[in-house]
């Protein structure tokens, strides 16, 4: 599964069987968990943003979280809490690597 050009690992909000996940603010609060794991560790009022290392988003209107690389070399246990969330709760778990050019737009409630 993994690659040597993948930097990111999305967590789909569509089951294996192909449901949608619920809640519908599932993604926020993975994310929301996630927001003291960032570079250089808990900063004052971190708790207010998500971390660069794990976003909430929309990819062809499937609400995900993407989650960086360097998550798992900085906090390796808040990297497998998050790739077991996907596992426990039957998601899709996929590598890919964002092209320079694209922005993640912000998950939208």
Wanted: charged share 20%.
């Amino acid at each position: 599964m993994s690659t040597d050009t993948s930097k990111q690992v999305f967590i789909l909000g569509i089951t294996q069987s192909g449901k949608t996940f619920r809640p519908s603010d599932w993604a926020e609060r993975l994310a929301g968990v996630m927001s003291p794991f960032r570079p250089g560790g808990p900063q004052p009022g971190s708790h207010l943003g998500y971390s660069e290392w794990c976003v909430p988003t929309v990819v062809n209107d499937i609400r995900c979280v993407v989650v960086h690389h360097d998550l798992r070399d900085a906090e390796p246990m808040a990297w497998d809490f998050c790739m077991n969330f996907g596992k426990d709760n039957d998601l899709q778990v996929t590598e890919a690597c964002l092209l320079p050019d694209q922005h993640l737009a912000p998950a939208q409630p």
